[in-house]
């Protein structure tokens, strides 16, 4: 399960997926679409350092779009303010 969190208004999303490598690819289809349905775009990304969203080509995706990484502890809930990832928009 993927959930993405907009810590301004507290909106949840939740996608199911069947493999943790389906991760990337869910989050770069996931910011095309919020991005479009809400007209702000992703600043900042907050993940709890899992290896599967901790892969060079999604390093490079979030440079090339300017999305800043904040990678906590793994297991500590308290670091990420709400759940496992979180999304902030501007």
Known sequence: ???FVDDF???VRVYFLRDKNETC???KTSK???ENQTGRKIKKHRNDNGLEICL???NEFCIIHGI???KTLGG???QNG???VAIRFY
């Open 1 to 3: 399960m993927l959930t």
């Open 9 to 11: 208004s507290q909106e």
């Open 25 to 27: 690819p869910m989050f």
């Open 32 to 34: 095309a679409l919020i």
């Open 56 to 58: 060079l080509d999604f």
């Open 68 to 70: 800043v990484r904040h």
């Open 76 to 78: 500590k809930p308290q």
């Open 82 to 84: 709400l759940w496992n």
